[in-house]
C-alpha cells in the first residue's frame, strides 16, 4: 500500500514539473506562421491522427469559432482510399491544413504530409516530438509536451498549447485590423 502511494505521489511530481517546463517553454513559442497562415486560408482543414487527436481537433474548432472560422476534419476512416480523391479539392493558394499527431511518424500520417508537400499545400503540425517526419514536411510547427507517467501518456499540453494559440491569434487579428485601418 505505501509503494503505491510513493508511487502515486513520484507521478504527480512528475506531471507538476512536466507542466512548469512545458508553460516554459511554450511561452517563446512563435504562433505568427500559423496565424498568417490561418488568417489568409479560404478554407481550413484538420486532421487527427487518433482519438485523442480528434479532441484536440474538436477543441481547435470550439476556439477559432470565436472567428467564424469553419474547420472541416478530414476524415480518418478510409482516409487512404479517398484521399487522392480528398486531396484534389485542396489549392495551396487557399486553403491550409491542420495535422495533429502525437509521433508525427505513423505510416498513415507520413503518407499524407507527404502528398500534400508535394502539391504544396501548406500544413501546421501539432506534436509531441520535435523531430519528426510530420514536422520536417509542415511548414508550420507547433510542439507540445508529453510525458509517460505509469504507462499512461500524460497530453493536456496539447490543449494548453491550443489556449496560447488561440490568444495568440487574437492578438494577430487585432493587429492585423489595426494596420488596414491605418
Known sequence: EQNRT????????????????????MQYQNFDGANQLLF????????AA?????????ELNRLFMKYNMCIYELPAEDIMDKMDQELQYLKPEDDVVIMISLRGESELVREMAERMHVQGIPMISLTH????????????????????????EVVFMFYILLEMWFISYCQFVEDSTENIAQ
Open 6 to 25: 510513493v508511487m502515486a505521489v513520484d507521478a504527480m511530481h512528475t506531471v507538476n514539473k512536466l507542466c512548469g517546463t512545458a508553460v516554459r517553454t
Open 40 to 47: 489568409n486560408a479560404k478554407r481550413i482543414f484538420v486532421y
Open 50 to 58: 487518433g482519438s485523442f487527436q480528434r479532441n484536440v481537433a474538436r
Open 129 to 152: 516530438h520535435t523531430d519528426n517526419t510530420l514536422s520536417q514536411l509542415s511548414k508550420v510547427n507547433l510542439y507540445a509536451d508529453t510525458i509517460s507517467v505509469q504507462s499512461h
